[in-house]
C-alpha cells in the first residue's frame, strides 16, 4: 500500500493548504531546516544545498600541548584560533589570553597567522586585548605562542578571551592543565641525575689545601724490642758493658700529596639560554635606547637563585619571590604602553623570601651541571660581606619597598659563568663583564634613590644610562659566544 507523503500532517494543516489550492495561492516552499518523511525508508531528507548564515558568527577555540600532567620548566605550546561562520564581515575583535600564575612566556614566541608578532602586539594580547579590526566571512585567523611552566603546585589555568561588536560570538572553555606529583623540574632532575659522586672516606677536621705536603717522619713507638740490661748480683760477676750498637740511618721522608674531595661553600645558579640572549641582544641594540626598566629586567634574568646540589623542594621561597619581581616588571612595561603610570610603591610586591636558611653545603670536586650546550650556567658564591647583605634584606622586619627589591635582585647577580669545556679566557672575561656591570647597576640604583625622592611615579624607570648599557652588551656579547 502507498502512503501518502502528507499522512503525518496533522487535520488543521491539511485544510489550511485546501483552503489555499482552492483560493489560487501559492503553498509556501520549505526552509532550509526542515524535513520531509521517506516514504520508503521513513529517514528525513535534508536540503543539500544550505545558503549561508546571517550576519557574522565568531567562534574561538583553544589548545595547548601538553595538555596535563606538567613540571617545572615544561614548554606549553598554546593555540588560540578564530572562525568566522557567518556570512558577513566581523569588526571590532578583541582577542586576548592573559598570562596565568606561575608562567612565562617566552620572549618573541607570540606568532599571528605564521608570521612573528611585533612587541607591541604581544603586550596588547597579553594585557587588555589586541583590536582585530575585521575578520571576513569565512575566514580563520590563528595565535600561536609558548608558555614556560615556573615552580608551584596549583594547575596552569589559560583561558581566551574574545569580544566582538555587532557579532556573535562562541567563547572556549578555559584549560586546567594539571601538575605532576612529586614533580622537582626538568633542569632539577638532570642536576640530580648528572653526577653520583663517589663514596668517599670522612675527612679530618683540618682539610689541607693542594699545595700544602706531608711530611711523615719514623719514630720509635712505645714498646721498644731491644730488652733491659740485667742487673748484677753478688753470685755472678757484673757482665761488662757491651758496646752501643750504631744508630740506624733515618729513613727518607716520604712526601705525600693531599687532595681536597670536597669543599663547604654557598654556591647559587641560574640559566640563560641562547634565545633569552637574542632578545635582550634586540634590545640593547634596538634604534631606541634602552631604559633603566629593561635594566631591571635583564637583571632578573642575572639573579642566582638555586642552591647547589640541589634538594627536593630546595629554595622554592627564593623562586617564587624572583619570579614574582619579575612578573611586577612585566606589568610596569604594560602599564607603561597604556599610557599608566602608577606610584612606584604599587609595585613593591611582597616579599617571599629569607636568607637565613642559606647554610654551607659540601660540594665535591668532580661536581658537575648538566644543560644544554646553547645554554649558560651562572653562578654566585656570595662572600661573608655578600651573605650578610642578603640575610640583611630579607629580614621581616627591615623596611620593604620597590627600591629595597631592586637591591635584593642585585645582589643576588651572577658572578662567573660554570659551562664545561670554555677556555679560561673566556671565563675570565664573563667575570670581569659580570663585575663592571654589577658596579655599573649598583651606581643606578644610587642615582634612582635620589631620583624616586623627587619623582615617585614610573616615570623614573625610563631613563636612559648610556654606562650601563655598554656594561649590559659586554654580558651579552661574551655569553652569546659561549652559548654557540
Given at each position: 500500500m502507498k502512503r501518502d507523503p502528507n499522512f503525518e500532517a496533522s487535520a488543521d494543516m491539511r485544510l489550511v493548504e485546501l483552503s489555499r489550492t482552492a483560493s489560487g495561492k501559492a503553498i509556501p516552499v520549505?526552509?532550509?531546516?526542515?524535513?520531509?518523511?521517506?516514504?520508503?525508508?521513513?529517514?528525513?531528507v535534508i536540503d543539500e544545498e544550505l545558503a549561508p548564515l546571517d550576519g557574522s558568527l565568531v567562534v574561538a577555540t583553544l589548545h595547548s600541548t601538553p595538555s596535563a600532567d606538567v613540571?617545572?620548566?615544561?614548554?606549553?605550546?598554546?593555540?588560540?584560533?578564530?572562525?568566522?561562520?557567518?556570512?558577513?564581515?566581523?569588526?571590532?575583535?578583541?582577542i586576548g589570553s592573559p598570562l596565568p600564575g606561575a608562567?612565562?612566556?617566552?620572549?618573541?614566541?607570540?606568532?599571528?597567522?605564521?608570521?612573528?608578532?611585533?612587541?607591541?602586539?604581544?603586550?596588547?594580547?597579553?594585557?587588555?586585548?589586541?583590536?582585530?579590526?575585521?575578520?571576513?566571512?569565512?575566514?580563520?585567523?590563528?595565535?600561536?605562542?609558548?608558555?614556560?611552566?615556573?615552580?608551584?603546585t596549583d594547575p596552569v589555568i589559560i583561558s581566551g578571551n574574545v569580544r566582538a561588536t555587532g557579532s556573535a560570538v562562541i567563547v572556549p572553555t578555559s584549560l586546567r592543565i594539571s601538575r605532576r606529583v612529586g614533580a622537582t623540574g626538568a633542569f632539577t632532575a638532570s642536576v640530580a641525575t648528572a653526577i653520583v659522586p663517589p663514596a668517599i672516606e670522612e675527612l679530618p677536621i683540618y682539610e689541607l689545601d693542594e699545595e700544602e705536603i706531608l711530611v711523615h717522619e719514623a719514630v720509635s713507638g712505645p714498646y721498644d724490642a731491644t730488652p733491659e740490661p740485667r742487673r748484677a748480683t753478688k753470685l755472678e760477676p757484673e757482665p761488662e758493658p757491651k758496646p752501643e750498637p750504631e744508630p740506624e740511618p733515618e729513613p727518607e721522608p716520604v712526601q705525600i700529596a693531599a687532595q681536597v674531595m670536597t669543599r663547604a661553600t654557598i654556591l647559587l645558579t641560574t640559566t640563560i639560554d641562547r634565545a633569552s640572549l637574542a632578545f635582550f641582544e634586540r634590545v640593547f641594540n634596538g634604534s631606541s635606547a634602552p631604559s633603566l626598566l629593561d635594566h631591571l629586567t635583564f637583571a632578573s634574568q642575572l639573579a642566582c637563585v638555586t642552591q647547589q646540589?640541589?634538594?627536593?623542594?630546595?629554595?622554592?621561597?627564593?623562586?617564587?619571590?624572583?619570579?614574582?619581581?619579575?612578573?611586577?616588571?612585566?606589568?610596569?612595561?604594560?602599564?607603561?604602553?597604556?599610557?599608566?603610570?602608577?606610584?612606584?610603591?604599587?609595585?613593591?610586591?611582597?616579599?617571599?623570601?629569607?636568607?637565613?636558611?642559606?647554610?654551607?653545603?659540601?660540594?665535591?670536586?668532580?661536581?658537575?651541571l648538566a644543560a644544554p650546550t646553547s645554554t649558560c650556567i651562572l653562578a654566585l658564591e656570595p662572600s661573608n660581606v655578600g651573605l650578610a647583605t642578603l640575610v640583611?634584606?630579607?629580614?621581616?622586619?627591615?623596611?620593604?619597598?620597590?627600591?629595597?627589591?631592586?637591591q635584593l635582585t642585585h645582589a643576588l647577580g651572577a658572578a662567573t659563568v660554570l659551562n664545561e669545556g670554555i677556555p679560561p679566557t673566556q671565563r675570565s672575561?664573563?667575570?670581569?663583564?659580570?663585575?663592571?656591570?654589577?658596579?655599573?647597576s649598583a651606581n643606578a640604583l644610587q642615582r634612582l634613590f635620589v631620583r624616586q625622592r623627587i619623582e615617585r611615579s614610573t616615570a623614573v624607570l625610563l631613563t636612559n644610562d648610556p654606562s650601563l648599557d655598554a656594561a649590559a652588551r659586554q654580558i651579552i656579547a661574551v655569553l652569546t659566544e659561549i652559548a654557540r
Open positions: 520549505k526552509s532550509r531546516w526542515q524535513s520531509r518523511g521517506n516514504a520508503e525508508a521513513g529517514s528525513p613540571i617545572p620548566g615544561a614548554v606549553l605550546t598554546v593555540t588560540l584560533a578564530l572562525n568566522n561562520e557567518g556570512g558577513e564581515d566581523a569588526r571590532d575583535i578583541l608562567t612565562r612566556v617566552r620572549p618573541g614566541s607570540l606568532v599571528m597567522d605564521g608570521r612573528p608578532a611585533a612587541g607591541d602586539v604581544a603586550e596588547a594580547f597579553f594585557g587588555a586585548g589586541y583590536a582585530l579590526r575585521t575578520l571576513a566571512g569565512g575566514s580563520r585567523t590563528t595565535f600561536y605562542w609558548q608558555l614556560e611552566v615556573l615552580a608551584g646540589p640541589v634538594a627536593a623542594g630546595d629554595d622554592v621561597e627564593i623562586r617564587k619571590h624572583q619570579e614574582a619581581q619579575a612578573q611586577l616588571l612585566a606589568r610596569i612595561a604594560l602599564h607603561e604602553r597604556l599610557k599608566k603610570r602608577d606610584a612606584l610603591t604599587a609595585y613593591a610586591g611582597t616579599r617571599l623570601c629569607t636568607f637565613e636558611t642559606l647554610r654551607e653545603r659540601p660540594l665535591p670536586s668532580d661536581f658537575r640583611r634584606l630579607g629580614q621581616q622586619n627591615s623596611p620593604w619597598d620597590f627600591l629595597r627589591a631592586r672575561l664573563a667575570e670581569q663583564a659580570f663585575r663592571g656591570y654589577s658596579q655599573a
